[in-house]
Structure formats: structure tokens, C-alpha cells
């Protein structure tokens, strides 16, 4: 509070909440966060102070992409299981290719996707290379989510793989639930490259240790350090794998993202409303 009192311009990093700031005397004048999700501002407050506030759109397409597809070939390519396997004893007793699990390719399977914004279509145009069979539906908003439930369901049932590019907002929120998970083929591989709160996490954690679901992927999610989360009692890397907020984060995306926000700070000085989100 006592930082952006008299800021005219307050640049907020992921995860902080512009609401937290009560300001005094002088309003800011502008609010930008340095990411594209804008789910923690207080659009309301903003609007009703007059706070402009800019989002950083597009710098993370590549990099979410990337990790989308990072997290994929891990668990088709059973690489957790080989790269243990591989040790000076069974390195002295195995044939050069000792096939001992079977792993998969990704062409020739129904992939699913969940949101079809910048990242969700270049995950699209990367997949098609790989000769995968493309489903997909749109950004759950507004003006979808009431024709959504019928494609939704069909996609869950057809998807050998499903991946979820979608923002967090009231109408994504808690989108994947164990009914959604339990409409899923018994090998379906679930990437979830969005925030945390469109799973239910109890949810999933049922569909992994009751329910058929074999492998899930998740890059992070929503409650992690709560000790409660029954995400946290499953350590076996061939049935979850979690990583940090970190699809964005590749050195070259961070430049990127500090350019942005310069170039958003100018755009506000003349008035111009491109990323301008309230």
C-alpha cells in the first residue's frame, strides 16, 4: 500500500490481486499485469475506480505449447519408467532394446481440446504434424457454454487425448469434475496447460485411484500447498505428473514478457486500447 500510493502506473506480477491495494489520496492511473490471465483482478473495483488494466496477451503461445507437448511425449514415450530402468545392472543383462513396457505415438489418435484461443490452436497446428485427429471446441463463455454440454460430452468420450487451453473465469471454473472424467476412455491422457481451478482436484484425485483413468498431466494446480490436497498423496509419476507454473517461463518468453509490458505502458500514455481488459 504504502508502494503504490502515488504510482501512476502499478506493474503486478502473477498472482497478485490488485484488490489488495486501497489507495489513498491519489488514484493509479493504470494496472498491468506482467502475464495473459487476468482472473486475479477485481474488474469491478477497477472499473468503478477508473484503473485501466492491461494484459499481456500472447507472449507464452510458443512456450505453453512446447510444454504442452514436453509433458505428452513423456508419458507416451514412458520415459520415467526407461530412464529408471537404465542402470549398470540390467545395462549388463538386457538386449540393446529390452521393450518392457509398452509406449505409444500420438499420431492416428483423437486428440481433444478444450479452448481454442492462440495456444489451444497452435497445439492444434502441432498435432496435425504429427497426424493426430483433431477435435476441439471453443472458449467456454457466455455465448457457448449453454450449447456446449452435448459437444463436450462427445469430445470427452472420442479423446485418446485431452487437453485444456481455456481461461479461468465463471464459467470455466471447476469444468472438470469425476462426472467429466468418468465419460473419458480408460487410457485417455488428460493435459491440463490452464489454471488449476478449472479441475476439481478432489475430483481428480477419485478418477485417478477409483475410477478408470490411466495417466493424467497436469502443469499445476490450484491449491498446492495445502496440505490437504489429496493430489499430494500421489506420487507415482506414470499416473500424475505436476509441475510448477512454469509453461510460460522459457529465458526467451521472459524478455518477451518485459518487452510487453513496456510496450503497454506506451500504450496507455496514447490512449491506445489494444490488451486493454478493463
Known sequence: EEKT????????EQGSNLRVYHWKSTEPEAGLPDATGFNNLDGDYLKKRGIAAYNVAGYSTNGVAQHT??????ILEKLNYYDNYENPENMQEEPVSPIRTEFLRAGWKTWGIIGLGAIGNRVAQIAKHLAAILSAIPLPGRNTIQNMKGKLDELLSRSDILSVHAPLNGYTENLMTLEKFRKMKKSAIFLNLARGAIVNEPDLYTALTEAPLQVQALMFFAKANESGNPLLKIQDSNKLIITPHIAWAAKETRFRVVDEVVKNIQRFQRDDRTNRVY
Not at 6 to 11: C, G, N, P
Not at 69 to 74: D, E, K, M, T
Open 69 to 74: 507437448f514436453a509433458l505428452l511425449f513423456y
Open 5 to 12: 500510493k502515488d504510482a501512476d502506473v502499478i506493474v503486478a
